[in-house]
């Protein structure tokens, strides 16, 4: 079982549309854990980090559910700016700080 | 003014050259990391270096060799290059341990190219 697992998608929505991407992880001992952007062709960016009490900024939302060592994000009314890949990133400090990156959602919006 | 920059953004070499990528961070952060991302997209952490010490080495073949000779710095030389080893490679660093969030900042990418 892989670390970070992701659906790779890709989901095709259209403007305006709610997307949902879901992350379940394997280590119950991971600490932090985030939502990484990356554009095509570009670098991965930093979107937000996730708390059990949930992460909310502007149209995105983060969730996360240590029971179950599952993480969402949700994105709300798609703008065509939003079409990228969303990585899955969970930080563990067992044997050492570790950031693991999930292999990605790729998410298209069109017009 | 580039937080994390690596050089060069591109390189197209032969299989058996021997290359290097260079990477500096201006963020005063005590860690750094050399990631590689292969076709798939799929971003694979390759080494790790705290304050100039190896933290993680991530089974990757002896052909690679990163040096960091300061805390800024982190090198990747890579000999004997294979096809294989077409991939994008990230530089990152992170300030890491009580009130830190652990976030990654990136370099833009160095495209490596095996012919």
Same mark, same amino acid.
């Given at each position: 079982r892989k670390e970070v697992e992701q659906d790779p998608g890709p989901f095709n929505v259209p403007e305006g549309a709610t997307v949902a991407f879901n992350c379940t992880y394997s280590n119950s001992a991971s600490q932090s854990f985030f939502w990484y952007r990356q554009d095509c062709r570009k670098e991965p960016k930093l979107l937000m980090s996730v708390y059990s009490s949930g992460n909310e900024d502007g149209r995105f939302t983060a969730q996360l559910n240590r029971a179950s060592q599952y993480i969402s994000l949700l994105i709300r009314d798609s703008k065509l700016s939003d079409s990228a890949t969303y990585l899955c990133v969970v930080i563990s400090n067992t044997g050492g700080f570790k950031t693991i990156f999930g292999a990605g959602t790729r998410l298209f919006v069109k017009a | 003014d580039t937080a994390v920059s690596q050089t060069p953004k591109y390189l197209v070499t032969q299989m058996g050259n021997d290359k290097s990528i260079k990477c500096e961070q201006?963020?005063?952060? !005590?860690?750094?990391?050399?990631?590689?991302? !292969?076709?798939k997209k799929f971003l694979k952490i390759m080494f790790s270096y705290n304050n100039k010490e190896l933290i993680i080495n991530e089974t990757v073949p002896n052909r690679f060799s990163p040096k960091s000779p300061d805390k800024a710095h982190l090198n990747l030389h890579i000999n004997s290059l294979e096809l294989g080893d077409s991939a994008v490679y990230f530089c990152a660093s992170s300030q890491e341990g009580q009130g830190y969030s652990g976030e990654l900042f990136f370099g833009e990418g160095s495209r490596l190219t095996v012919l």
């Open positions: - | 201006n963020l005063g952060h !005590d860690t750094m990391y050399w990631y590689k991302q !292969d076709s």
